[in-house]
């Protein structure tokens, strides 16, 4: 079986991200509901802003098909003595799902981190039974799960 393809994409390519967070959204149901709609122009803006810290992947099928979407944030913490990674959304179509797509985003993941000098990566998984698979998937790639994320809404 050929392996699916990841890209890193620019802001000028953000026509390609913006419709598979909207679908990761839709499947996530109530997050983000608070914040409206996504606003492309300003995103696009951020994004370009802040190019060198927020990075995005897509992963194609072995048709070209985009398939799936991973971001990826450069942060920083004393406790972690400097920079690491925060995969903020992934997302791999339904249709897509179990061929490869989600293990490809993650490797290019893991590459580009290794590649900054980044000694972790973490990702935020719902904790809900729904998404015990998610969870599954993170762990069989070497996550450790760590505890929840809260959230504190300031608009």
Known sequence: MLAPTVERLSPDQ???????????LRE???????????DYAALERIWRDNAERFHVFIA???HGEPAGILTLNETFAL???GYYGVIDEM?????????GIGKALLEAAK???????WPR???????????????????QEGFVFTGPKLKLLLR
Do not use: C
């Open 14 to 24: 953000s026509s390609l991200a913006f419709p598979m967070i909207e679908a990761l």
């Open 28 to 38: 996530l149901g109530e997050e983000g509901e608070e914040l409206g709609a996504m």
């Open 60 to 62: 194609r099928t072995v």
């Open 79 to 81: 406790y972690n003595n």
């Open 91 to 99: 997302y791999v179509a339904p249709g897509s799902r179990s061929q």
């Open 111 to 117: 590459a580009f981190g290794k590649n900054r000098g």
């Open 121 to 139: 990566i973490d990702v935020t998984a719902p904790e809900s039974e729904r998404w015990a698979r998610t969870r599954h998937f993170y762990e």
